[in-house]
């Protein structure tokens, strides 16, 4: 029944005024439950019908009207504002008129006063609580009419005793009830109000997130409604984004992984097959079948390497042997390693390594990551061009490795995805160089780095070549 977001948000809207209403009745009954406050209103009322008829009885004085004539007032009095009109006499205490009849003989001396409660009440005049001889409590007014006539005669105007639930539903009830349905229409308004404010952005959400899941990757939604819903559209935004990018990453990596897979094995079916059949005879075209096949399973084997790496590092299960490592002469060693290559292919390898301090890793892993970067430097530059290497510190908690070339440079378009699986620059498999790339070495440098805690970014510029930029955290 509450399951959607206006009926939730009306609900929650009564139960708040529910809460509220009920705090200011209880408060309200305790206000009532006081004497002198629910009191007042009665007394005010005997006080205005005494004024009136003492005025009345005036005027039955001035033309002599007889004790008929007054008795039909008073009784007339009494039915006409739903009280008691009692006249005692003053020396004696006993009730000698009764609208009623039924206290007749009954004294009034043990009224109660509750003067205090009337401030503005004319100095002659008494007010208080009577209690009936049936043990019922009676609020009465009375003030001498005039010396002359009545001067001995008291009229008393009495009401029952207010409780504290009649006076609260007298006074209190209406309001209340009023306050409450204005509250509910409120509460009905400001939900579906609101419920449309919030609701018609994750609606719009929900149906972008079905259509995402029948594959259409271009779904967006729009940045609407309130700070938590922005977030959510925000995020989904960004969701659908990296779930279109990763479909077009797996896509790509099925067709990748499958022609750098097909390629190698075509080869190595092919040249066996020249040996199973015979047409390999000689022994140097043997020699140059066993070495074509040698070279393109050892080329599947790094591959294969390659993918489980990443497979480790994505999955969490890559463990790095944390040692204090010396990254001058790492990048020394790493340099040495890749001179030879470098002067096979006429380049100029050079390097500047300055005195940092140690940072923490594992060092097969960071020699494998700056290994993949200065050999992706060498690929892609050709001869009599240069790739250096800079090793320097960047600042007090850490350390720069730099590695530029001179090659043909990256595309501005392609920069977004140099460090995707598979994505490879040159389109072609096989580069100038006669290289074969797998596209699997910048993916596993950006993991390695961020393994370290690291950061690496890449700059280039088509025609004058690219650059490297990895920065780690020295040793605490």
């Known amino acids: 029944m509450f399951n959607s977001i206006r009926s939730r948000l009306l609900l929650s809207y009564l139960l708040v005024i529910a809460t509220v209403l009920l705090a200011v009745v209880v408060a309200l009954f305790v206000y009532a439950a006081q004497p002198g406050l629910r009191y007042v209103p009665t007394l005010q009322q005997l006080a205005t019908v005494s004024r009136v008829n003492r005025q009345q009885i005036v005027r039955l004085m001035e033309v002599g009207a007889d004790d008929s004539q007054y008795e039909l007032l008073l ?20 009730i000698i008129f009764d609208s009623d009849d039924s206290w007749l003989g009954v004294s009034v001396g043990g009224i109660e006063n509750v003067r205090r409660l009337l401030p503005n009440l004319e100095s002659d005049a008494v007010s208080g609580v009577f209690t009936a001889p049936d043990g019922g409590r009676w609020l009465v007014y009375s003030r001498p009419i005039s010396v002359a006539g009545f001067g001995r005669l008291l009229i008393f105007y009495a009401a029952p005793e207010p409780t ?10 209406r309001p209340i009830l009023v306050a409450g349905l204005l509250s509910l229409i409120v509460s009905v308004v400001l939900a579906f109000g609101i419920a449309g404010w919030v609701a018609r952005p994750l609606q719009r959400a929900a149906s972008a997130a079905k259509a995402v899941a029948r594959g259409d990757y271009e779904q967006r939604v729009p940045v609407t409604g309130p700070d938590e819903v922005q977030t959510v559209a925000r995020s989904f935004n960004s ?22 897979l097909k390629t190698p094995l075509t080869a190595i079916r092919g040249w066996s097959q020249s040996l199973l059949d015979g047409t390999a005879v000689s022994e140097a075209e043997q020699q140059r079948a066993a070495g074509i096949i040698y070279n393109e ?8 390497n390659q993918l489980l790496d990443l497979a480790r590092i994505e999955s969490g299960q890559l ?22 290559r470098a002067q096979d292919q006429k380049i100029h390898l050079t390097c500047d390594l300055q005195s940092v301090p140690p940072i923490s890793g594992d060092y097969d892993r960071l020699m494998q990551m700056f290994t993949n970067l200065l050999d992706n430097a060498l690929t892609h530059t050709s ?38 699986r598979f994505y490879q620059v040159e389109k072609s498999r096989t580069r100038e160089n006669g290289r074969r790339g797998s596209g699997l070495g910048l993916a596993i440098v950006r993991e390695l780095v961020e393994a370290h805690q690291g950061s690496i970014r890449a700059y280039s510029q088509v025609g004058e070549g690219s650059a490297f930029v990895v920065r780690l955290p020295v040793s605490d």
């Open 297 to 304: 399973a050892e080329r599947m084997q790094r591959m294969v």
């Open 319 to 340: 463990e790095l042997v944390q040692t204090p490592v010396d990254l001058h002469q790492l990048l020394t060693d790493v340099h040495n390693n890749l001179m030879l």
């Open 75 to 94: 009784q007339e009095t009494a039915v006409q504002n739903d009280m008691r009109v009692l006249v005692a006499d003053i020396a004696s205490q006993l």
């Open 383 to 420: 001869a009599e061009g240069r790739v250096h290497m800079v090793l320097k510190r960047h600042d007090e908690k850490t350390v720069e490795v730099t590695v530029q070339d001179t090659g043909s440079g990256i595309a501005p378009e392609d920069m977004a995805r140099i460090f995707e």
């Open 239 to 260: 969701m659908a984004a990296q779930v279109k990018t990763s479909n077009q990453a797996q896509r790509d990596f099925v067709s990748n992984v499958s022609h750098d």
């Open 164 to 173: 504290p639930r009649t006076f609260f539903n007298e006074t209190f009830s």
